[in-house]
Antibody
């Protein structure tokens, strides 16, 4: 069965960086886009960007440009997202998600369990 | 950028009620509209894709309609397990995805 298993919770100080991993199993890793979505406490879902695991192509939401890097290691079917220059506003649960195209419409069909990142001095 | 606006932001309803949630796009997005349900402490799950297609395994009391800029999620008879937050999401500008701000469905 398809699974996306993310790395555990992290506590970081302001100004630091955090790297979250997302290990895929149960499907061909290079066949589907991986997107990253975050959710601050009590808030809604915020799309951060996406990556094509096949060729490494990527695109980030404008507000994260210059601060977010998405990478992958196809040998272990794992995607990574690194956020730098953390502030308290980056405290959130970070999700990786697989996008599938059905009826010509992309949508997220599988989500990781989420990784809580807390930024605190 | 395409903006997605949901209404209402929250609602109170009773078991058995018919519930509708609206989602409006800032420009026409055809039928590139998906609906997700999220319960506290869980990842979201897709209910409806391409505006009106029911995801496999989702109860038939959920339905979606609309095209262009205006969309509706309907729950025909609210069940206890349906109390959750619902999000619309556009994929017209894929790979960029945009979510609405969410609608919280609470028990009256």
């Amino acid at each position: 069965q398809v699974q996306l298993v993310q790395s555990g919770a992290e506590v970081k100080k302001p100004g630091a960086s955090v790297k979250v991993s997302c290990k895929a199993s149960g499907y061909t890793f290079t066949g589907y886009q991986i997107h990253w979505v975050r959710q601050a406490p009590g808030q809604g879902l915020e799309w951060m960007g996406w990556m094509n695991p096949n060729n490494g192509g990527r695109n980030y939401a404008q507000r994260f440009q210059g601060r977010v890097t998405m990478t992958r290691d196809t040998s272990i079917s794992t995607a990574y997202m690194e956020v730098s220059m953390l502030t308290s506003d980056d405290t959130a649960v970070y999700y990786c998600a697989r996008v599938v195209v059905v009826a010509a419409t992309p949508h997220i069909d599988y989500w990781g369990q989420g990784s809580l990142v807390t930024v605190s001095s | 950028d395409i903006q997605m606006t949901q209404s209402p932001s929250s609602l109170s309803a009773s078991v058995g009620d018919r519930v509708t949630i609206a989602c409006r796009a800032s420009q026409s997005i055809g039928n590139y509209l998906n609906w997700y349900q999220q319960k506290p402490g869980e990842a979201p799950k897709v209910l409806i894709y391409a505006a009106s297609n029911l995801q496999s395994g989702v109860p038939s009391r959920f339905s979606g309609s609309g095209s262009g800029t205006d969309f509706i999620l309907t729950i025909s008879s609210l069940q206890p397990e349906d109390f959750a937050t619902y999000y619309c999401q556009q994929s017209y500008s894929t790979p960029t995805l945009t979510f609405g701000q969410g609608t919280k469905v609470e028990i009256k």
